[in-house]
Structure formats: C-alpha cells, structure tokens
C-alpha cells in the first residue's frame, strides 16, 4: 500500500474522473487520459482529488478507502470512472463502470464508496 501507489495518508494524491460509456478501460487501463471522458456543467477535466482514508489490515487483507466525492450542481451522464495516481505520471489504479448510463442535471454526482473494511473496501490486497 506504500509502494509505487503510495495510499499512506502522507503519501501520493489520487483523483476519480468520469467517463462516458463509449470509453473502454479496463485491465489494460494504464493512465488517466481525456479520451472519452465527460463534460459538462460543474465538471473538470481530470476529475477531482479524493480523500484517502489510511491503509489498515484486517486478518490477511490490507485495504485503503476514499471518502465519498461529490461533483455539486453537476450535469454529467457518466458510465464510469477513473481512479488514478495524481502524484505518479497519472497511473491507473482502478476503473470502474457503474453498469449503466449515471446521469446528474443541475444537481449532486456523487460517487459512493463502500465502507473500509477487509471485504468491502475498494481496494483490498489479499
């Protein structure tokens, strides 16, 4: 957790942006790009910085969080997002696709993240 993704709260700055479902990340995502992401009112190109919540341990699972980031007044249909490393040549550390089409008009995107523990967090090394 303090390797080439520094999670440490002291450690690298990390940022979520959002996509359009055309976009294909995945596996094979290796650094944000502007490529299909989306635009609209109250939206940054690049996303914005989450809040890292300390890496911990539970049994043999080590598992960092981010608290839940809101995009305010946002109109944005986005079919995903983007975390990736702000501070490390912006690499990826997780895309993830909503499962459809998320759509803001005039109001709050917030992206919801589980809760920070050894089966649920959103990154977890086993």
């Known amino acids: 957790m303090t390797a080439i993704h520094n999670f440490a709260t002291?450690?690298?700055a990390f940022k979520l942006a959002l996509f359009t479902s055309p976009a294909t990340m995945g596996a094979t995502t290796?650094?944000?790009s502007t490529s299909q992401e989306v635009s609209g009112t109250n939206y940054t190109a690049g996303g914005a910085a989450l809040t890292k919540v300390a890496p911990t341990s539970g049994?043999?699972?080590g598992f960092t969080d981010f608290?839940?980031?809101t995009f305010g007044?946002?109109?944005v249909t986005a079919r995903g997002c983007l975390i990736y490393n702000d501070t490390n040549s912006d690499k990826s550390v997780a895309t993830i696709d909503f499962g459809g089409d998320k759509t803001s008009t005039a109001g709050d995107f917030t992206i919801v993240f589980?809760?920070?523990a050894a089966s649920t967090a959103i990154i977890r090394i086993a």
């Open 73 to 75: 007044t946002a109109t």
């Open 67 to 69: 608290a839940d980031l």
């Open 10 to 12: 002291s450690g690298n």
């Open 59 to 61: 049994g043999t699972t």
């Open 114 to 116: 589980p809760a920070a």
């Open 30 to 32: 290796t650094a944000y």
